[in-house]
């Protein structure tokens, strides 16, 4: 997964219900941005408030929209119970997607790194043809290990394993980790508003959601770097942060989903126990955008 890779939304119609006639329009969008990957049904996605079945759909929808505009899929299948992860990895398999991901269960933990390894050894025997990447996320399911650690003690035990699916802003610890996957494993980058960091400590790929609505940031924030224009990369790495930091004030979700269907890509509003943004906050939003990051409304020609 390197370059940017656009965590995708799942979409909603305004009742809640699952909307995947909207996904080749958000194919079509991403690839607009500049994508030519996309990870679905994560964090971003709203994965624990979906069901097996949603997600198949979603597999299913993004099986057929992709192709069309030259885009690989990566499904996240994890799931507090993982007969459904493992049920989803072999519907990945069975839908043709490049690679799947999985978080570690988040109610029952697993306490101890071979725990963790055994779980994403059932999931990934499912589908043992698909390249795997571990979701480190502990800011969200509480599971802390060294990512180092991993690498090395899951070796031999996960013969499909790809690398790490990186969201945590500790840049010491990615480093231990990248130095440990070496050429082997890749270990694409989580946290959008510290990508400039990543990229200094080594980062080849990252995925995140405000990838969907603000690319053109952090293209320009990475051909800065490339070129060793260090002082024009902190000023895009510093305009989507503010970007992100605004949205996070009424609801991060909520506030990027009302962003994107601002843009002509109606992806609905978030699902329960995330909370919808009111009617007044998302007005003020907009008119702050409109005001201080205008480009980031443009409509989707996609939509267009």
């Known amino acids: 997964m390197h370059g940017l890779v656009a965590a995708s939304h799942s979409p909603f119609h305004p009742d809640g219900s699952l909307a995947p006639e909207v996904v080749p329009l958000q194919a079509a969008h991403v690839a607009e941005q500049g994508m030519e990957m996309v990870f679905i049904t994560g964090s971003t996605g709203e994965s624990h408030s979906l069901t097996r079945d949603e997600k198949f759909c979603l ?8 192709p069309a505009h030259n885009l690989k899929v990566v499904a996240h299948v994890g799931s507090n119970c993982l007969h459904d992860a493992a049920w989803l990895a072999a519907a990945a398999a069975d839908c043709q997607l490049a690679a799947i991901s999985a978080l570690a269960p988040s109610y029952y933990k697993p306490a101890t790194l071979e725990i963790l390894i055994e779980c994403c050894a ?8 698909l390249p795997f990447y571990y979701y480190d996320i502990p800011v969200l399911t509480g599971v802390a290990f060294p990512m180092d650690d991993f690498l090395r003690a899951a070796d031999e035990k996960l013969p499909s394993l790809a690398g790490i699916k990186f969201t945590h802003d500790d840049a010491a610890t990615y480093a231990r980790a990248l130095e440990a996957a070496g050429d082997r494993y890749d270990i694409p980058w989580g946290v959008d508003e510290r990508l400039l960091d990543a990229l200094f400590t080594g980062a080849r790929g990252a995925v995140g959601s405000s990838y969907n609505f603000a690319a053109s940031y952090y293209q320009q ?14 000023h895009w790495q510093k305009r989507a942060a503010d970007l992100i930091e605004r949205l996070a004030a009424v609801g991060y979700l909520g506030a ?11 992806v609905g509003p978030p699902r329960l126990p995330l909370a919808t943004s009111s009617d007044d906050a998302l007005a003020q939003l907009r ?3 409109e005001n201080s990051f205008p480009e980031v409304l443009e409509p989707s020609r996609a939509a267009v």
């Not at 059932?122 to 043809?129: L, T």
């Not at 924030?221 to 902190?234: C, K, T």
């Not at 990027?256 to 109606?266: C, D, E, F, Q």
């Open 256 to 266: 990027a989903k009302a962003l994107m269907s601002w843009r002509g890509v109606p």
């Open 221 to 234: 924030m990475w051909q800065a770097w490339d070129q060793g224009n260090a002082d024009l990369a902190r």
């Open 122 to 129: 059932m999931i990934s025997r499912s589908a043992p043809k």
């Open 287 to 289: 008119s702050d955008l």
């Open 59 to 66: 597999f299913e929808a993004w099986a057929t929209a992709a």
